[in-house]
């Protein structure tokens, strides 16, 4: 029971409107996008498995596919003019080995690319490092300096 001083609100959140390609979407939801028109395979999580032509996937990983063979979980097998399947059900999916050559994959800096990059911080340290027999170790000192071996080990 609520009182007519303080109604009760739904609160709304954000929904997504249509198939909007987002700037910040994932390398497996290009990946994905990039699979249209070819042949995928998709299992859901009830254990089916549908295979048949990719004509197009939102970046929730909902799919149409068409001229498609569905597998049930029994073995049956049933064929499918066109089918959409919910993104949360997808288990996983089987994509076409030619998308291993798509060309944003060449685009990606990983951390060691950009480090290899940025030279001069690089160059800088490596100048550092030169006089010091272990690079990253500070110079010995005492003794060992002197005799340029550890007494430790005579």
Do not use: W
């Amino acid at each position: 029971p609520s009182s007519p001083a303080s109604p009760r609100r739904r609160r709304s959140r954000p929904r997504a409107r249509g198939v909007m390609a987002s700037k910040n979407i994932g390398i497996p939801i290009k990946v994905l996008h990039d699979a249209e028109g070819h042949t995928v395979t998709v299992e859901l999580r009830n254990g089916e498995v549908y295979r048949g032509k990719l004509d197009e996937a939102e970046d929730n990983m909902n799919v149409h596919l068409s001229n498609c063979t569905k597998t049930m979980k029994d073995g049956r097998v049933q064929m499918l003019s066109n089918v959409f399947l919910r993104g949360s059900h997808v288990n996983f999916m089987v994509l076409p080995d030619i998308l291993k050559n798509a060309p944003f994959f060449k685009k990606i800096d990983t951390k060691a690319n950009k480090a290899s990059k940025s030279g001069k911080a690089k160059q800088a340290a490596t100048q550092r490092a030169a006089g010091r027999p272990t690079p990253g170790m500070p110079a010995p000192k005492g003794r060992a300096a002197r005799e340029g071996k550890n007494p430790s080990f005579n």
